[in-house]
């Protein structure tokens, strides 16, 4: 690992670059791995406190919404206090959180308790996105940022699967107290990291104008229009996410093992896009794959809805297209992005996971609507007209005077 060594602007003493990758990834982990180990045990929570399906869905979209809303406040709060208060702060809330969650007596302290969970784990993911700009080189951003990517994928292959084992083993209660036992360990880690941004570096205003740098950086019209289309691919996939286990379970009669199988094997292929798409850069700009990869996923959910109804293997395969560009088009975005920002980063970290993160949120409350026949059909429309808003936001994007650092130039 020694030319990794070299990547990094602000040494890690007591982490090194491999300690701050790993890090990296597990700060920004908790997010899925909050969703994608519960998924498996939201079929039967309903039966086990006597309530409706629509209030259990509140224990994963509450949580998904109010972890945009953590996205948001912390990230510009690191650029006032510093990346590690708020790093640890966060894994602190998390892991208590967790033990509280796993603790609950009926469905609204397990709301509540998510809800809490969700506003730490925004903090970690908003902070270790800015700390990816901190420490760094600019030329090596893009490559960590697609290790962190394939690296990631991990925790929502493996989590299902773990999830499912645990509920063959234990009840909901024993995901909780895994992610809290995982949370506990990163706090370790957050205590051992280095502070990358300097006190001069930092701002010197109040909390209320050190929120208002949001503004500062959403007034960036190249910055804000390719966030909102690359932000797109997170209304079909969120969708998914929300509603797959109905999908596998009670569609297509598959055990939560099953269920498990089919969401690991579409999350792989989010390993391959980062990877696919290092080697794809050196034969194509990334205007010309955005323009591809917007124009394959709007066919892929036109496909979805006509032939996804006929099988399990089918409606996977098709989706794992979808989050195939989605995840290729992922690394290169949010370096784009924080490029266009020479300060600020905190708040540009904040408004890149918000935006993606409140995207997803839209899906999930989108996928349940009454208007849809089914869950798959919803899914469907989704990813398809995610996409052609997309396709639509592109062309007026190109075709504007707005400058895009690194796209347009």
């Given amino acids: 690992m020694g030319k990794?060594?070299?990547?990094?602007?602000?040494?890690?003493?007591?982490?090194?670059?491999?300690?701050?990758?790993?890090?990296?990834?597990?700060?920004?982990?908790?997010?899925?791995?909050?969703?994608?180990?519960?998924?498996?045990?939201?079929?039967?929570?309903?039966?086990?406190?006597s309530t409706t399906d629509e209030i259990v869905n509140l224990t994963l979209v509450g949580y998904y919404l109010f972890l945009a809303v953590g996205l948001l406040i912390f990230g510009p709060l690191s650029d006032k206090y510093g990346r590690k208060?708020?790093?640890?702060?966060?894994?602190?809330?998390?892991?208590?959180?967790?033990?509280?969650?796993?603790?609950?007596?009926?469905?609204?302290?397990?709301?509540?308790?998510?809800?809490?969970?969700?506003?730490?784990?925004?903090?970690?993911?908003?902070?270790?996105?800015?700390?990816?700009?901190?420490?760094v080189r600019e030329d090596m951003?893009?490559?960590?940022?697609?290790?962190?990517?394939?690296?990631?994928?991990?925790?929502?292959?493996?989590?299902?699967?773990?999830?499912?084992?645990?509920?063959?083993?234990?009840?909901?209660r024993g995901t909780f107290w895994t992610l809290a036992l995982i949370s506990a360990a990163e706090l370790?880690?957050?205590?051992?990291?280095?502070?990358?941004l300097p006190v001069e570096k930092r701002l010197g205003v109040g909390v209320f104008a050190t929120l208002g740098h949001l503004a500062v950086v959403a007034r960036?019209?190249?910055?804000?229009?390719?966030?909102?289309?690359?932000?797109?691919?997170?209304?079909?996939?969120?969708?998914?996410v929300s509603v797959g286990s109905y999908i596998y379970i009670e569609y297509f009669g598959f055990p939560p093992v099953g269920y498990s199988l089919f969401?690991?094997?579409?999350?792989?292929?989010?390993?391959?896009?980062?990877?696919?798409?290092?080697?794809?850069?050196?034969?194509?700009?990334?205007?010309?794959?955005?323009?591809?990869?917007?124009?394959?996923?709007?066919?892929?959910?036109?496909?979805?809805?006509?032939?996804?109804p006929a099988g399990a293997f089918v409606f996977c395969a098709l989706f794992m297209a979808f989050a195939f560009f989605e995840s290729a088009v992922r690394p290169y975005a949010v370096n784009v992005l924080l490029s266009q920002q020479e300060n600020d980063t905190?708040?540009?970290?904040?408004?890149?996971?918000?935006?993606r993160t409140f995207m997803g949120v839209i899906g999930m409350f989108a996928v349940v609507a009454p208007v849809f026949s089914?869950?798959?059909?919803?899914?469907?429309?989704?990813?398809?007209?995610?996409?052609?808003?997309?396709?639509?936001?592109?062309?007026?994007?190109l075709r504007s005077s707005a400058p895009l650092k690194g796209v347009k130039d």
């Avoid at 009926?106 to 270790?128: D, E, F, K, N």
């Avoid at 970290?349 to 935006?355: C, D, K, M, Q």
């Avoid at 990813?383 to 936001?393: T, Y």
Wanted: hydrophobic share 60%.
């Fill in 346 to 355: 905190g708040s540009a970290s904040a408004l890149i996971n918000f935006t």
């Fill in 263 to 308: 969401f690991a094997v579409a999350a792989l292929t989010c390993a391959i896009g980062p990877v696919a798409w290092l080697r794809i850069s050196r034969f194509t700009t990334k205007r010309k794959f955005t323009t591809i990869a917007i124009i394959a996923s709007l066919a892929i959910g036109v496909g979805e809805f006509v032939l996804g």
């Fill in 4 to 49: 990794m060594d070299e990547w990094l602007v602000e040494p890690q003493p007591r982490l090194g670059v491999v300690g701050l990758l790993v890090l990296l990834v597990m700060g920004s982990l908790v997010a899925p791995l909050s969703l994608d180990m519960y998924t498996p045990a939201v079929p039967g929570m309903a039966e086990y406190f």
């Fill in 220 to 240: 960036n019209p190249g910055f804000t229009a390719f966030l909102l289309i690359t932000s797109a691919w997170e209304l079909g996939y969120m969708g998914y």
């Fill in 85 to 135: 208060p708020v790093l640890v702060a966060g894994m602190a809330a998390y892991c208590a959180s967790s033990v509280v969650c796993a603790l609950s007596a009926s469905i609204w302290m397990l709301v509540a308790a998510r809800v809490v969970q969700a506003l730490g784990s925004g903090a970690m993911s908003a902070v270790c996105t800015a700390v990816v700009k901190d420490a």
């Fill in 188 to 196: 370790v880690m957050a205590l051992l990291f280095r502070e990358t």
């Fill in 374 to 397: 089914d869950y798959i059909s919803a899914v469907a429309w989704l990813m398809a007209g995610g996409m052609a808003l997309a396709l639509v936001g592109w062309v007026a994007l």
């Fill in 141 to 172: 951003r893009e490559r960590m940022l697609a290790i962190i990517q394939v690296m990631f994928v991990i925790g929502p292959v493996a989590a299902p699967i773990i999830g499912a084992g645990i509920l063959a083993v234990t009840d909901w």
